[in-house]
Every structure is written in structure tokens, then in C-alpha cells.
């Protein structure tokens, strides 16, 4: 076992639901690592070697005393330090939560133990999980950012570090990282995963998410954590599809894609512009350009109303304990919400039906939105998380995305593809995900085409 055997999810659980590998070994495995890159990349926030091992070890004792197994037996999996979890601290990325301890795991923390996973540590997050940077750095190029808030989520993928984490979005704090990392970041539809055990910044856009090396390895994590919690008013008791075997199956036709540029695609770089169009030149009648509404020039400032009051109602309790101890940025945000009237927030909340009985009308004649994860290579610029403008629209609407690693920018940095699907069509966008990451990795080079 090396650990670079850790990078694929799906096929290191495959060996350990057989016993052809040992929990304790994939535990030191992802631990070498960490301990060959944490120094330079930085994304843990909270990590106790011998706590993962006796997770471990306390697998392999139960699968020899033959009890039944998890779906996820013997995987490690790190954490966004949001969610909370019984053994380990939970600080928000803020000085205010130092040394937190929670007395309970989060709804997804208590999951992932009962489906057998290793809790292998807490990633790093941004202030209250908005724009403040980490301390961690890129893995591709340490000058450079990972992104926000779920930064230390992406990074260990990235590095190589967990084959598996969660992470979560309000606007773009999953697909940012997914695309400036080179990883496959999965953001289901909103109310699909529940929250209860996490900090709140808007009820209407905060969704949890995960990142993993392939769409197959991303399905996985998602299907174990997908459910209802009373906790969660936004979560319903409805069956789920089985993600993992609708992501493996074929399409039953070929995929149709609309390639949608999006109100903001001058601020896409021309990198991440030639990226979107050689795509869109790749599959040819599959693929066709598409306009959205005049309406959507109001999903960005509404998506605003809706995270900048959240922000004022529920980060009032650290505002309260330590303002001075807040960045400039979480400061401005909380004064900016203050100032929302009641009306214009509801007015807001309008919007998510009305925009998305526009995308309704896409998705009945294609299968997939096309459209930039991020408006380029990751900045160089490590007092900054970049921006997160192609994410909001999808924020907004609670619709699934995911972020998919299919490009590069002239600096060599990933460039990750957005593809979105329809509301409660989560396995139908990771189907059509992965036939698009089959499709590109089975076609020639650019130069190599006729």
C-alpha cells in the first residue's frame, strides 16, 4: 500500500469491503503523505495521527470479529472545521472559536462513522467560511490560492492526502476550490445533504458538498450522505437515487449540453473563454449555445441580499463576543446585511422560483448546463480566495454542479468545467459527468484533430 493508492475512492473500498487491504494501512498510507506535503500545502486545521490510527485499528478489530461493514469501511475522510464533531475541536476559522469543543457530531459526521468511515481530520476554512483567507496554499503551485472557504477540503484531495472531504457552498465555496485545485468538487441540489450540525450563514444557499478524485469517487461520499434530518427544515423524507451505480451506467441516449456564457462571462479570463469554447467545438452537435433569460441579470444581486442578511441574523453571536476580532471582511459583510429591508429580502427569495422556471425550459431539451467553474487559473495571490461570480447563479437556484478537471490555463494550473443539472437530478448530472470526463480523456489532442 503506497499512498498514492489512496487517491481512488472507489476502488480502495472496494479492496477493503474484501479485506485485500487493512484499514491501518490505508490510515498510515494518507499519513505518510501527510507528512511529506502538510508542510508546504497546510490544509489541516486539526489533525492527531494517533487518533486516526486507532479509528483504524478499531475497523480492522471489527471486521475480524466478522461484523457487518459500512459502505465507506476503513476510507478516510477529512472535514470542513464548520462541521462539527464529538472528537475532535470544531473553530469556524475564527480566533473567537479557539479550542471549541462540540458535544455532538454533525448529522454528516455521525453518518460517515456509522457507514464506517475514518474521521481523518478537520480542513481548513476561511473565517466563518467567508472570504478571509487560510493559511493553506495550492497544491499545483504554492504561490498561488486554493480558493474559499472550503480550502483545506480541496487542497488535501488535491495533495493527495485523503482520497475523500467534504466541504460547503453559499456562493462558490465548493467549485472555486474544486476548479483552482484540479479536483472533482460535487455540490448537490440544495436541502439534499443535511446541515444540522454546522454554522449557518443563509438558510437558502448554504449546501454541503464533497471533492474527490473522479465523478465515480464524488458519488460515493454524496449517496452515503444524502437523507433527511429533522434538524434541517430545508431536508425531505423522499427516496434518493443510488448515485454511484447511475453515475456508472450509460446514458441511454448521448448526452445534449447547452453551453451557457452566463451574464458574467467577460469576467472569465481568455484562458478559461478558449477553454469553454474548445469544448463546445469537442462535441459539436451535442453542444449548443444557449442565452438565459434577461431575467438573470438579478440572480447576482439577489443572491447578495439573501448571504449579506443570513450573515447579519446568524453570525450576530460572534459579532456580539469579539467585532474587533472579526476581519475587515466578515465586518463589512454583517454592516451591509444590517442595512437589508425586510421586503427586498423576500423579494429575493422570489427570485430562486422565477429563475428557475427558466432553467426548467433548458433542462427539457438538454441534459446539462456548460459554463466556467471559475474565472480562470487560481490567482497568484495568496490574500486572496478569487472570486466566485460563475457560482452564484447555480447558488441561488440550489440546482446540483459539479466542477469538473478537464482543462488547463497557460501557466499549467487546472481550469475546472462547470456542469449543471437539474433540481432533484442529482444522479442524472453525475451521469452525464462522467460521460463527459470519458468523452475528453478518450478524444485526440487539439493538434492531433482533423
Wanted: net charge negative.
Amino acid at each position: 500500500m503506497t499512498a498514492e493508492r489512496t487517491l481512488d475512492a472507489c476502488e480502495l473500498r472496494d479492496h477493503l469491503a474484501r479485506g485485500e487491504i487493512s484499514a491501518l494501512a490505508v490510515a498510515e498510507a494518507c499519513l505518510a503523505r501527510v507528512a511529506e506535503k502538510e508542510g508546504e500545502i497546510e490544509a489541516f486545521a486539526f489533525l492527531h495521527a494517533d487518533h486516526v490510527l486507532a479509528q483504524a485499528q478499531r475497523l480492522d478489530d471489527w471486521r475480524k470479529a466478522g461484523k457487518p461493514i459500512g459502505r465507506l469501511h476503513g476510507l478516510p475522510v477529512a472535514l470542513k472545521d464548520i462541521i462539527d464533531t464529538a472528537d475532535m475541536p470544531t473553530e469556524n476559522g475564527t480566533v473567537l472559536d479557539a479550542g471549541r469543543r462540540p458535544r455532538q457530531d454533525a448529522f454528516v459526521a455521525a453518518k460517515l462513522r456509522a457507514e464506517g468511515a475514518i474521521l481523518f481530520g478537520k480542513t481548513t476554512t476561511t473565517e466563518l467560511a467567508y472570504f478571509a483567507p487560510t493559511k493553506t496554499r495550492n497544491p499545483h503551485d504554492t504561490t498561488r490560492t486554493p480558493g474559499g472557504s472550503s480550502a483545506g477540503s480541496a487542497a488535501s484531495v488535491a495533495a493527495g492526502m485523503v482520497p475523500l472531504s467534504v466541504g460547503t457552498q453559499t456562493n462558490g465555496s465548493m467549485l472555486r476550490p474544486a476548479s483552482y485545485c484540479g479536483v472533482v468538487g460535487f455540490k448537490p441540489g440544495h436541502g439534499v445533504i443535511p446541515r444540522t450540525g454546522l454554522i449557518v450563514q443563509s438558510e437558502p444557499l448554504d449546501t454541503i458538498g464533497v471533492f474527490g478524485r473522479s465523478v465515480e469517487d464524488a458519488a460515493l461520499l454524496a449517496e452515503v450522505l444524502q437523507g433527511y434530518d429533522a434538524g434541517d427544515r430545508d431536508t425531505h423524507p423522499i427516496a434518493r437515487d443510488r448515485l454511484l451505480e447511475v453515475a456508472r451506467s450509460a446514458p441511454p441516449v448521448k448526452p445534449q449540453f447547452a453551453f451557457i456564457k452566463t451574464p458574467v462571462w467577460d469576467q472569465a479570463d481568455a484562458d478559461m473563454q478558449g477553454a469553454m469554447q474548445e469544448l463546445a467545438g469537442l462535441l459539436g452537435d451535442q453542444c449548443d449555445e444557449v442565452e438565459l433569460p434577461a431575467a438573470f441579470a438579478n440572480a447576482h444581486p439577489a443572491h447578495r441580499r439573501l448571504m449579506m442578511a443570513g450573515f447579519a441574523r446568524n453570525l450576530r453571536p460572534w459579532a456580539e463576543r469579539g467585532w474587533d476580532q472579526l476581519s475587515r471582511h466578515m465586518q463589512d459583510a454583517i454592516e451591509e446585511g444590517r442595512e437589508i429591508k425586510a421586503v427586498d429580502y423576500l423579494a429575493a427569495l422570489d427570485w430562486r422560483n422565477i429563475l428557475n422556471a427558466g432553467l426548467d425550459r433548458v433542462f427539457a431539451r438538454y441534459d446539462a448546463i456548460l459554463t466556467p467553474a471559475a474565472p480562470g487559473e487560481a490567482p497568484d495571490d495568496l490574500s486572496t480566495t478569487g472570486d466566485p461570480v460563475f457560482n452564484t447563479i447555480w447558488s441561488l437556484c440550489g440546482v446540483p454542479a459539479l466542477s469538473l478537471p478537464l482543462a488547463n490555463g497557460a501557466n499549467g494550473m487546472p481550469l475546472g468545467i462547470q456542469i449543471v443539472g437539474a433540481r432533484g437530478q442529482e444522479g442524472r448530472l453525475l451521469r452525464t459527468a462522467r460521460w463527459l470526463m470519458d468523452h475528453v480523456a478518450a478524444s485526440p489532442e487539439p493538434e492531433d484533430r482533423p
